[in-house]
């Protein structure tokens, strides 16, 4: 750093927008830190209230402050920019910001596994599922409205609305009233390693975190079982299948 550096306004523009862009990063970090550190402290389930009221407040706040800042208009506390875009052109950025966040997970996987090897990588991404699948499933019922106990549809519309549901191709079958079996039928991941000739990543230990947690966290009377997850054999139609089943005693 040069010398004659000693505050921001110091700085080039594009070293502005550097720390810009890092400051924003902190942010990101400090909340979730926060949330990590209610829950150690004051135990989940009032982590995931405070969660959900600092979100709805926070929101507000910064998009006030910043379209003082960047001069966007706001409607009804929202970005006019965003509420006035094409459906077409949500469903883009949308589809745009599922990316985005499969292509982080990966970074951090690989960066764990260059470092320390793949177990270790295995062995963070099965604890962060544990993590964030729930966690997933309480925003997305926030987002569809849906009650304590949803049942199966809940479910189904959920996992529909998960970021993964907007990067592969899923599908229902086998419907009763007490089941569903949900497949995985394209996997961006598995569909690169078969491209590239590679055997499929044994993802079935991060899925008997990820799917039973998703399922409990939307419906606690919803149980689920593993048809076939590689390392497991699997049809060519699917890569990863599942069985959720609705048990009324399951949540006691």
Not at 22 to 46: A, C, N, P
Not at 125 to 152: M, T, Y
Not at 155 to 176: C, D, H, P, W
Request: glycine fraction near 6%; hydrophobic fraction near 40%.
């Amino acid at each position: 750093m040069s010398n004659h550096i000693k505050k921001p306004e110091d700085l080039s523009p594009d070293a502005l927008v550097k720390l810009i862009l890092d400051m924003g990063h902190r942010l990101i970090v400090h909340h979730t830190l926060w949330y990590k550190e209610v829950s150690h402290q004051m135990g989940e389930k009032k982590a995931q209230k405070a969660l959900e009221t600092v979100f709805e407040k926070s929101l507000g706040v910064q998009m006030k402050r910043l379209s003082k800042v960047l001069g966007f208009e706001l409607k009804d506390g929202l970005p006019a920019a965003l509420v006035d875009m094409s459906k077409e052109k949500q469903i883009e950025l949308l589809d745009s910001l599922a990316l985005n966040w499969l292509a982080n997970d990966g970074i951090w996987f690989q960066s764990v596994e260059f470092a320390d090897g793949m177990n270790d990588a295995k062995r963070c991404n099965d604890s962060c599922w544990a993590q964030f699948s729930p966690f997933e499933a309480r925003s997305i019922k926030k987002v569809l409205g849906l009650g304590e106990f949803p049942g199966l549809e809940g479910l189904k519309a959920a996992l529909n609305f998960r970021l993964y549901g907007r990067i592969n191709t899923q599908s229902f079958s086998e419907e009763t009233p007490e089941s569903f079996v949900f497949q995985m039928n394209e996997c961006r991941v598995q569909v690169a390693r078969k491209r590239k000739e590679l055997d499929d990543y044994p993802c079935k230990s991060v899925g008997l975190v990820e799917y039973p947690y998703f399922a409990r966290a939307v419906d606690a009377r919803i149980v689920t079982e593993c048809i076939g997850c590689p390392p497991d054999d699997h049809p060519d139609e699917w890569y990863c299948a599942w069985r959720f089943v609705l048990k009324p005693d399951a949540s006691s």
